[in-house]
């Protein structure tokens, strides 16, 4: 996979540190899949510089609806954290702990494309899919799971799951957005389409509090 960089609109070139100390310090960073092997990081030091160039790309439309679905999510803060927190963590275990036993039946990876493919379609016309969702991975060699992002459910934390994810594989989804604190506050990644992420090459692996996939 060939990775281009931009920091407000500026290709960025030079040692791969270099462009991850720029990207650390922006408000928003994205990643769009432009090619089949080709994806482009981009960087932007203020939202308003973001909101101004996604304005004129395909996914707007998701954007402005991923802002308006975080700001109804909010007002459930201070009277819903916990419970909401916690029913999120219940439901994302048993999400996992079904991922697993498919992984583990059909001898695949937890971290293959089929596996993943597979939960996402449904093994048979008898047995239901278990993802509509990102899948959010850490770095460690068996790529263990930190958490399951299912499409159109904002998670305002990812509990122990948060600042461990280092690449997330988009099954269904238009839009992912991730932000490194939790109910959707401060600074934010946003990837455009399916496939899969390294949050290595946009300065966010490690970093990811909460989440939005529509």
């Given at each position: 996979m060939k990775i281009r960089h931009f920091l407000d609109e500026k290709e960025l070139n030079g040692p791969a540190e270099t462009r991850r100390t720029a990207l650390a310090q922006c408000a928003v960073t994205c990643t769009v899949n432009v090619a089949e092997q080709l994806q482009e990081v981009r960087g932007f030091r203020k939202d308003g510089d973001f909101e101004g160039w996604v304005r004129g790309q395909p996914f707007a439309a998701k954007v402005e609806e991923t802002k308006e679905l975080v700001t109804r999510s909010r007002a459930h803060e201070s009277q819903d954290a916990q419970r909401v927190v916690e029913r999120q963590r219940i439901l994302n275990q048993r999400t996992v702990e079904d991922l697993m036993e498919l992984s583990q039946r059909l001898d695949l990876a937890p971290t293959s494309r089929e596996l993943l493919d597979l939960a996402h379609r449904g093994v048979s016309p008898l047995e239901p899919p278990i993802?509509?969702?990102?899948?959010?991975?850490?770095?460690?060699?068996?790529?263990?799971?930190?958490?399951?992002?299912?499409?159109?459910?904002?998670?305002?934390?990812?509990?122990?799951?948060?600042?461990?994810?280092?690449?997330?594989?988009?099954?269904?989804?238009?839009?992912?957005?991730?932000?490194?604190?939790?109910?959707?506050?401060?600074?934010?990644?946003?990837?455009?389409?399916?496939?899969?992420?390294?949050?290595?090459?946009?300065?966010?692996?490690n970093r990811a509090a909460s989440g939005i996939c529509l």
């Open positions: 993802l509509h969702s990102a899948v959010l991975f850490d770095n460690s060699p068996s790529g263990a799971v930190t958490f399951i992002l299912p499409t159109g459910i904002p998670v305002p934390s990812f509990g122990g799951g948060n600042d461990r994810t280092s690449q997330v594989d988009i099954i269904a989804a238009a839009v992912t957005t991730l932000w490194d604190r939790t109910w959707w506050r401060g600074a934010s990644h946003v990837m455009f389409g399916v496939g899969l992420f390294s949050l290595f090459n946009s300065a966010f692996d």
